[in-house]
């Protein structure tokens, strides 16, 4: 049975959130595999890029900070 706080996570979680998944192959994609294992935190770094590209191709709005 799950507990309130699992309850609240989850309803938290489908309100909020929005997951990616990746799909690297091992022989092809093994240079990123080696880099994503390499940093501290794979899903910062990939956001981190990420914001760095918006900033450079978008000259809109700023993106928010946070990770």
Do not use: F, W
Request: glycine residues 2%; contains cysteine.
């Amino acid at each position: 049975m799950a507990t309130k706080a699992t309850i609240a996570k989850n309803k938290y979680d489908k309100t909020h959130m929005k997951q990616y998944l990746l799909k690297m192959h091992l022989v092809y994609d093994a240079d990123i595999i080696e880099k994503l294992a390499s940093v501290p935190s794979m899903q910062g770094y990939i956001k981190q890029l990420i914001r760095e590209d918006l900033a450079r191709t978008c000259s809109a709005s700023p993106v928010p900070k946070n990770n």
